[in-house]
Nanobody, 120 residues
Framework: QVQFVESGGGLVQPGGSLRLSCSASGINVNQYTMGWYRQAPGKERELVARIFNWDSPPNYAWFLEGRFTISRDDAKNTVYLQMDKLKPDDTAKYYC?????????????WGPGTQVSVSS
């Protein structure tokens, strides 16, 4: 059974930073393209970053403007999202999942997510 557990969210002021973690079980994260999604209230879930399971640079949503960095620790079977220069528009619940070639999630089961709130 595939499970994802996200952590690291919180309340932060605009311009601040957070580091999210996604611990996976039931799969090896280095065998999949892994991604971070987010869902804000009243909006659809959207993919913000993905890291490939081959030698290729990570890919980010255009609106991030270079503020986020996705990485992976194969030994810990964990995917990270470093979030810098946070903006109020980044407020959302963040989830991880494997990503297929049409940018939709591979697995139907989602973790609990981790809430990120950016506010002064």
């Amino acid at each position: 059974q595939v499970q994802f557990v996200e952590s690291g969210g919180g309340l932060v002021q605009p311009g601040g930073s957070l580091r999210l973690s996604c611990s996976a079980s039931g799969i090896n994260v280095n065998q999949y393209t892994m991604g971070w999604y987010r869902q804000a209230p009243g909006k659809e879930r959207e993919l913000v970053a993905r890291i490939f399971n081959w030698d290729s640079p990570p890919n980010y949503a255009w609106f991030l403007e270079g503020r986020f960095t996705i990485s992976r620790d194969d030994a810990k079977n964990t995917v990270y999202l470093q979030m810098d220069k946070l903006k109020p528009d980044d407020t959302a619940k963040y989830y991880c999942n494997a990503v297929n070639t049409i940018l939709t999630p591979v697995f139907s089961s989602w973790g609990p997510g981790t809430q990120v709130s950016v506010s002064s």
